[in-house]
C-alpha cells in the first residue's frame, strides 16, 4: 500500500532562522553596507505616481452580454440579463470557517401587501393583454389558458369573476366547430408534418385547458349552497351563468356532459331563484335548437337520472322541461316505455316507384361521379351533418326516456306531479303507441276515482271537529280529475280512428259520466276562477291551524297556470266537439250536457258564464237540429220526467225537459253573458 504524501502548506511567516541570519533595514540599520545610498534613492522615489500607473480591474457589468434575446410564453420578447457573480480574491480561501459562519444572514425583506382595489386593476390588464394575445393566435400561445386559469385562482373574489368571464369568452372564440378526440398511443408515434404536429398541441392544450376550467365552474356552483355569504352566492351565480352560455354556445364539443350535470345539479335543489330559472331556460332552449338529437338525449338521460334518485320530490317545471323536445313536431313514429314502434309496409305509401330514364355516361364520367359521390360523403362528415337515420334513433331514445319517467309518475301517485305528467301525455298522445294506450287509460281512470274519493273526503273533514288537525294538501283534485279527462280523450286522438276502435275496443264513457257529475260542484265552486299562482287568505273557519307561513303564498302550480274554466273548456270540447267525429255524437249526451251548462250558467262567474255560453254557441251551430226542441216548450220528445240529479247521461232523460234557464240569463247583469245567449238563440233559428 503505498503511502498518502502529506499535503503542502504555504508558509505565511517567516521563520526564526531567516529573522536571525537576514539583515533588517530598520533595526541597526547604520552598521549595513550601503544604507545610506539607500535612503539618499528614497527620498527621490514618487510613490503616488506609480500607484496611479498600476493597472485597474474592469467590473463584470462593463462586460457586453453576448446572449440572445428570448421570446416568453405570452409572447413578449425579453432580452435574458445574466446575474452578477462576484469573483474572490485570490486569497480568500484563506479566510477561516469560523469567519465565514460569523458573516450575517442578508433577510429578504417581503413585498408591502397590494391593496384590493389595486389587485383589480392589475387583474383586468393582465387578463385583457393575455385574451387578446389568445385571440390573435391561438396556436402560438396555448399557453396563456394556464395563465387565465393561474389568475382566476386568486384569493379575491372580484378577481375570480372576472377570471371566469374572461375564460369564458376566451374559449367561446377559440373552440372549434368540431369535437376533439383523445389522441391515443399510435398517434403520439405518428411521423406528421410540422404543422399537424403544432395543430395536435394546440388541440391537446386546449382540451386540457377546458377540462380545468369546466371543473372550476363545478365547483364554484355547487359552493352555493347552504347559509354562504354574498360573495360567494355571487361568484356561484357567475359559474351557473358561464355553464348556461357556453352549453349554448358549444353544444357540440367536449365535456358537454359536465355542463349539463352543473345545470341539472341546480335544477334538483329546493331553492327556487334566478339561477334555478335560467338553469330550466337553457335546457329549454338546447332541446329547441338541437337539429343534432345527441345533445338532447344526453340531457333527458341527466334529468330521469336525478328525477329517479330525488325520488320524484322536484319542481313540476323540471318536468314541464321535456315539453320542449324537438322530436314533438318532427318524430314520426310510435313508441312507450319499452320500445319504438317501426314503420311498416302498410304505412309506406303504395304505388309504382316513378321510372327515370338512364342517362348515359362514358367509363371516364362513371369514374368522376364516384370521385364526386365520395368527396361529397367526405364534406359531410367534415361537416358533422347527421343523417336523418341516426337523428331519428336519438329522438327514439329520448321518447323512451320521457315515457319511462312519466308512466313511473303514475305509478308511484306523487300528487306534486301529477298535473305535469298528465300535461305531458296529453302533448305526447300522438307518439303513444296502442300497447302503451290501454296501460295509460287504467292508470288514468284509478286516478280520476282517487281523485273523486279524495274530494269526498275533504267534505268529510269540513265536518270535523275543529280539534283534529289534518296537514295542509298542496294537491288539486279537481283539476287533476279534469286533466285525466283531457289526456283521455287526447289520447285517443292522437291514434288511429279504425285501429283503435277495431283492435283496442276503446270505451271512454267513464271519463264522460264523470264529468257529467262533476259540473254542479265546479259551478259552486267558490275559487273557480282563480288560477294556481293566485294570491289567497286561507278560509279562517276551515283552516284556522294552519301555519301562519302558508297566508298569502300562492298555491303550488301543476301543470301551467291555466284556470279551472280553461280546463273544463278542453275538457267539454273532446267531449262534445271532438275533431274527428264532430257530428258522430250522441243527441242524448249534446242535450243532456247543453241542459247541465245552461244551469251552470246560472251560478258561475261572469267569465266562466261568458265561455260556457260561447261553448254553447258553438254545439248548436253543430247540433242545432238535435236539441232545437229543448227551447221549446210545446214540442216533446221524451217522455217522463228529467232527473238532474242522476249520475248517467242516458239516465237523466233530457229531452223531457226544457231549458228554461234562458229566460234568467236573459236578465243577467253582465252584457257579455247576454250577448252570448243571443248568439245561442240565434244558432237555434237556423238550425231549425
Known amino acids: 500500500m503505498v503511502a498518502q504524501r502529506p499535503n503542502k502548506r504555504r508558509r505565511l511567516s517567516p521563520s526564526a532562522k531567516s529573522l536571525q541570519t537576514s539583515p533588517s533595514t530598520l533595526v541597526d540599520s547604520s552598521d549595513a553596507p550601503g544604507v545610506d545610498d ?31 434575446p428570448i421570446k416568453t410564453a405570452e409572447g413578449r420578447i425579453e432580452q435574458l440579463v445574466v446575474p452578477d457573480i462576484k469573483e474572490e480574491e485570490e486569497d480568500s480561501w484563506l479566510d477561516s470557517e469560523d469567519e465565514k459562519e460569523t458573516k450575517p444572514i442578508e433577510v429578504q425583506l417581503e413585498d408591502p401587501k397590494i391593496s384590493a382595489k389595486q389587485q383589480i386593476l392589475d387583474a383586468k390588464e393582465e387578463l385583457a393583454r393575455v385574451a387578446s394575445l389568445i385571440n390573435e393566435d391561438p396556436e402560438e400561445h396555448v399557453g396563456g389558458f394556464k395563465t387565465l386559469a393561474a389568475i382566476a385562482n386568486s384569493s379575491n373574489i372580484t378577481v375570480k369573476r372576472l377570471g371566469l368571464a374572461t375564460q369564458l369568452t376566451v374559449y367561446k372564440d377559440v373552440i372549434p366547430g368540431y369535437r376533439i378526440r383523445p389522441m391515443g398511443d399510435s398517434d403520439m408515434t405518428e411521423k406528421v408534418s410540422r404543422d399537424v404536429r403544432k395543430l395536435r398541441a394546440f388541440e391537446q392544450g386546449l382540451v386540457g385547458s ?106 313540476d317545471s323540471v318536468l314541464n322541461i321535456f315539453l320542449h323536445l324537438r ?127 279524495d274530494n269526498d273526503d275533504d267534505d268529510l273533514d269540513d265536518q270535523s271537529t275543529p280539534d283534529e288537525t289534518t296537514p295542509v ?46 259540473l254542479y260542484s265546479l259551478a259552486l265552486d267558490p275559487d273557480l276562477e282563480l288560477s294556481a299562482r293566485t294570491l289567497r287568505l286561507p278560509d279562517p273557519h276551515s283552516s284556522a291551524h294552519a301555519p301562519l307561513s302558508t297566508l298569502a303564498v300562492p298555491a303550488k302550480s301543476k301543470i301551467n297556470y291555466q284556470t279551472t274554466p280553461a280546463l273544463l273548456l278542453r275538457a267539454l270540447t273532446s267531449i262534445l266537439l271532438p275533431p274527428l267525429a264532430a257530428r258522430s255524437v250522441p243527441p242524448v249526451r249534446i242535450a243532456a250536457f247543453s241542459k247541465q251548462l245552461m244551469a251552470s250558467s246560472l251560478h258561475m262567474p261572469e267569465k266562466s258564464a261568458m265561455a260556457i255560453m260561447g261553448l254553447l254557441g258553438q254545439v248548436v251551430k253543430i247540433h242545432g237540429r238535435k236539441i232545437g226542441g229543448m227551447w221549446n216548450t210545446e214540442e216533446r220528445k221524451g217522455d217522463g220526467e228529467f232527473d238532474a240529479l242522476r249520475g248517467e247521461v242516458e239516465g237523466s232523460n233530457p229531452f223531457a225537459s226544457t231549458v228554461w234557464e234562458g229566460e234568467l240569463l236573459r236578465l243577467h247583469y253582465a252584457t257579455g253573458v247576454r250577448d252570448g245567449l243571443g248568439v245561442v238563440e240565434r244558432g237555434l233559428e237556423v238550425g231549425v
Open 38 to 68: 539607500y535612503f539618499t534613492n528614497a527620498s527621490r522615489w514618487n510613490l503616488e505616481q506609480a500607484y496611479e500607473a498600476r493597472p485597474r480591474k474592469t467590473k463584470k457589468k462593463d462586460r457586453d452580454n453576448t446572449r440572445l
Open 210 to 315: 377546458y377540462q380545468i376550467y369546466v371543473r372550476d365552474l363545478a365547483r364554484h356552483a355547487k359552493s352555493s349552497r347552504g347559509d354562504t355569504s354574498e360573495a360567494i352566492a355571487s361568484l356561484a351565480t357567475v359559474a351557473i351563468s358561464c355553464a348556461c352560455t357556453l352549453l349554448l354556445a358549444v353544444p357540440h364539443f367536449n365535456f358537454r356532459g359536465d355542463l349539463i350535470k352543473i345545470l341539472v345539479t341546480k335544477l334538483s335543489g329546493k331553492r327556487i331563484d334566478r339561477d334555478f330559472g335560467k338553469c330550466r331556460e337553457t335546457i329549454e332552449t338546447l332541446f329547441r335548437d338541437d337539429e343534432n338529437g345527441t345533445p338532447s338525449l344526453d340531457a333527458a338521460t341527466i334529468l330521469t337520472k336525478m328525477i329517479k334518485a330525488r325520488n320524484y320530490r322536484i319542481d
Open 327 to 453: 322530436l314533438l313536431s318532427e318524430f314520426s313514429s310510435k313508441g312507450s316505455q319499452y320500445h319504438i314502434d317501426k314503420p311498416t309496409r302498410e304505412d309506406v305509401p303504395k304505388g309504382k316507384k316513378p321510372k327515370f330514364k338512364k342517362e348515359f355516361r362514358t367509363k371516364k364520367q362513371r369514374k368522376q361521379v364516384k370521385e364526386l359521390k365520395a368527396v361529397t360523403k367526405e364534406f359531410k362528415e367534415a361537416d358533422a351533418i347527421v343523417s336523418h337515420e341516426e337523428r331519428d334513433r336519438m329522438q327514439a331514445e329520448t321518447l323512451k326516456l320521457v315515457f319511462v319517467t312519466y308512466f313511473r309518475i303514475l305509478k308511484a301517485r306523487v300528487p306534486s306531479l301529477m298535473g305535469a305528467v298528465l300535461e305531458g301525455l296529453a302533448k305526447y298522445a300522438h307518439l303513444i303507441n296502442q300497447d302503451f294506450f290501454g296501460d295509460l287509460l287504467e292508470a288514468l281512470k284509478d286516478l280520476t276515482t282517487r281523485s273523486n274519493n
Open 473 to 518: 294538501s298542496m294537491r288539486n283534485a279537481t283539476r287533476e280529475s279534469l286533466l285525466c279527462i283531457i289526456t283521455a280523450f287526447a289520447l285517443l286522438e292522437g291514434q288511429d280512428a279504425h285501429k283503435a276502435a277495431a283492435i283496442l275496443h276503446l270505451d271512454l264513457s267513464f271519463f264522460t259520466t264523470h264529468l257529467y257529475r262533476s
